[in-house]
Each structure stands twice: as C-alpha cells, then as structure tokens.
C-alpha cells in the first residue's frame, strides 16, 4: 500500500499545466520582481511533477533562469543561490511539504501497483493556483544569504587562490593541475603539507620551499 508523502497532478492535466506555466514565463513574469516570478514559476512546476525523473533539477534550473531573464545578475553570471538552498535542505523539505500536506486530504486515490498511485478526482486547480506567499519568503532568504554572505565568500577564496597560485609560481615552476593539487593538500590540512604529500606527490620540492609554500598559503588566506 503506498503511502503518499505528495500526489502530483493526473496526466490529463499535464498539457494545460504546463501550457500554463510557459504563458506565465512569458507574460506575467516579466512583470513580477525576478524573485516572486522564480518561486511561483519553479515551485509551481515541482508540485505538477510531470517527469519521472528530473523534476528537481529542472526546478532548480528554473530558478536560475527567471531571476537571469529578469535581470537580476549580470549577463554570464550564474547566481548561486543553489548552495544557499542546498544549505537550509531541511527548511526547503518543510517548504514543500507546506502545501503538499495540506493537498494530500483533497486527493482522492487508489493504488494502481508498483507503489504508485492513481488519482480519481478532479485536482487540476489544485496545481493551477496554489498559495506561493511562503516559498517566495523562503527564496528571498536564499537569495539575500547569497548577496551577502556566498558571493563575498567566494569572491575571496578567488582573489586568495589567485594570489596563492601566482606567488608559488615564483618559488617552483609546475603545471596548473599541479598546484591545484598541492592547494587542495594543503587546504585538507590546515594549510600544512602532509608527510605523505611531501614523501610521494611533492618529494622534490625542498624544505625551503615546501616552508615558503605554507607560508604563501596561510598569507593568502589569513581571515
């Protein structure tokens, strides 16, 4: 007997959902802020649910996509607000789960094997027009952690990679692939060089040098 944590909607809904979906990708969300288009846009499609597979990814990739129509981040920029999301999973469960619970009562249905279900009534308006107050709110969360908190980051882990790969340049030639390698070693190990990396992956650099290196490292990422 399965037992249904949310119900998607039933396959005769599918061609009017979804044509309603792109007809609000391409009037009504050019008029919207970029962040209540993306929630009503990509949520509204994850509780329609019309893949087998896939319907997260391309949920998520909705997101993107509106808030880059909209112009909310510069041409070429992906924003990362997948990691903020990624972060707060738990909150993202709840958020879905806040109308999918409150759905399940309405649903009338019977399994039909394989663990699945098959739906007897008519629930189309269901998916249609849903209450997108909280996902917004939880997506402008996302977002403002991203602006202030993810791209800062990132922006100077860049800056000290940058510094960190010019400076070793300047102490031992060898390929990017390489002192990518030695900053993941020494990144993995508070910025020492561990006696296995300096007896087999860097044997050749010297005491000096593999001090200098550790220096370099803990001055382009100091704070």
């Known amino acids: 007997m399965p037992l249904p944590e949310h119900i998607s909607a039933r396959h005769e809904d599918l061609p009017s959902l979804i044509e309603g979906l792109v007809a609000f990708d391409r009037t009504a969300a050019q008029h919207l802020d970029p962040v209540l288009a993306a929630a009503a846009l990509a949520f509204g499609l994850v509780y329609i649910h019309p893949f087998e597979d896939g319907n997260g990814r391309l949920h998520r990739y909705l997101i993107h996509h509106v808030l880059a129509e909209g112009g909310f981040n510069p041409p070429g920029m992906v924003f990362p607000v ?32 394989k663990g699945n279900v098959r739906v007897l009534n008519d629930t189309g308006d269901y998916y249609r027009f849903f209450d997108a107050t909280p996902h917004a709110e939880f997506l402008y969360e996302c977002v403002e952690r991203t602006i202030e908190v993810d791209l800062p980051a990132e922006t100077s882990f860049l800056k000290g990679y940058d510094s960190f790969r010019r400076q070793v340049e300047d102490i031992v ?3 990017d692939s390489t002192v990518d390698l030695l900053f993941r070693f020494l990144r993995q190990n508070d910025g020492k060089l561990s006696r296995r990396a300096r ?11 593999v001090a200098r290196i550790e220096a370099t490292y803990a001055k382009a990422f100091s704070g």
């Open 82 to 113: 997948s990691a903020a999301i990624l972060d707060r999973i738990n909150d993202y469960r709840k958020i879905l789960e806040s109308y999918s619970a409150r759905l399940l009562p309405l649903i009338e249905w019977e399994p039909s094997g």
């Open 173 to 175: 030639d060898m390929p």
């Open 199 to 209: 007896e087999r992956e860097f044997a050749e650099l010297t005491e000096d040098e």
